[in-house]
């Protein structure tokens, strides 16, 4: 059974950081394109970042104007996301989620992604 468990979340002040990881297990996605998501309430789910399967290129949304990035560490089948510089619109649920390709026409697209994390709260206070 394929999970992904993020971890990371929690309550931040206006400006500071948080790091999300989001852990794969029941196979390994080393060779796969993996991405976060966010959703705030009464919002659509938005795309926050991906990396390619080497980890080598990454896409971001455009709301992240160099404040976040997003890494992987193969052999820990793991993905970061890490946020800086945060703000209270970057409040919401964060979902880490895991395609079965290597690459993407369209990362952002949440329909090429075929796991998904439960997501973690990330909640920045003004």
């Known amino acids: 059974q394929v999970q992904l468990v993020e971890s990371g979340g929690g309550l931040v002040q206006a400006g500071g950081s948080l790091r999300l990881s989001c852990a794969a297990s029941?196979?390994?996605?080393?060779?796969?394109?993996m991405g976060w998501f966010r959703q705030a309430p009464g919002k659509e789910r938005e795309f926050v970042a991906a990396?390619?399967?080497?980890?080598?290129?990454?896409y971001y949304g455009d709301f992240v104007k160099g404040r976040f990035t997003i890494s992987r560490a193969n052999a820990k089948n793991t993905v970061y996301l890490q946020m800086n510089s945060l703000e209270p619109e970057d409040t919401a649920v964060y979902y880490c989620?895991?395609?079965?390709?290597?690459?993407?026409?369209?990362?952002?697209?949440?329909?090429?992604?075929?796991?998904w994390g439960q997501g973690t709260q990330v909640t920045v206070s003004s």
């Open positions: 989620a895991a395609s079965l390709s290597p690459y993407s026409s369209d990362y952002s697209n949440p329909q090429g992604y075929d796991y």
């Open positions: 029941g196979r390994t996605f080393s060779n796969n394109y």
């Open positions: 990396v390619n399967w080497s980890g080598q290129r990454q």
